[in-house]
Each structure stands twice: as C-alpha cells, then as structure tokens.
C-alpha cells in the first residue's frame, strides 16, 4: 500500500466520520422537535455541516489528484 493509498482511506475514514456527526446532529435535532430531548445548537449544526462538507472537497480533490498523476 502506498502512501497516496494510505492517505486516501485517512481522507475517507475522516469524511466517513464528519458525515456521521452530522447526521447524529440532525437526528437529535428532529426528535428534539417532536419533543424528546434537547436540540443541538443551529452553530454546531453549521459547524458539523462545514466540516463534512470540507471533509468530502478534500476526499474528492486527493481522488482526482490520484487518477492525474
């Protein structure tokens, strides 16, 4: 395995794992809606939301550096 090889399963265990916060967030939020909990913050939610976004550009500029080279 080499180190692009390596860096890409990084990228997407770190994507993976951003996305599922998220997910998390908004489920929370949902039941918080129909009443079962606490709702997350909206400025963790946009954080959590940044973040997987930034996560997936990064996973998917290293995927198209690695086809290229």
Same mark, same amino acid.
Request: charged fraction near 30%.
């Given at each position: 395995? +080499? #180190?692009? *090889? !390596? &860096?890409?399963?990084?990228?997407?265990?770190?994507? $993976? #794992?951003?996305r599922?916060?998220? *997910?998390?967030?908004?489920?929370?939020? &949902?039941?918080?809606? &129909? #009443?079962?909990?606490?709702? %997350?913050? %909206?400025? $963790?939610? *946009?954080?959590?939301?940044?973040? @997987? $976004? +930034?996560? $997936?550009?990064?996973?998917? @500029? !290293?995927?198209? +550096?690695?086809? +290229? @080279?």
């Open positions: 395995m +080499t #180190g692009a *090889d !390596h &860096e890409l399963i990084r990228l997407l265990v770190q994507a $993976e #794992g951003a599922s916060r998220l *997910d998390a967030l908004l489920s929370q939020r &949902e039941a918080a809606q &129909e #009443g079962r909990g606490l709702s %997350p913050k %909206p400025s $963790e939610i *946009d954080r959590a939301r940044e973040m @997987a $976004e +930034t996560a $997936e550009r990064l996973l998917n @500029a !290293h995927a198209r +550096t690695a086809r +290229t @080279a």
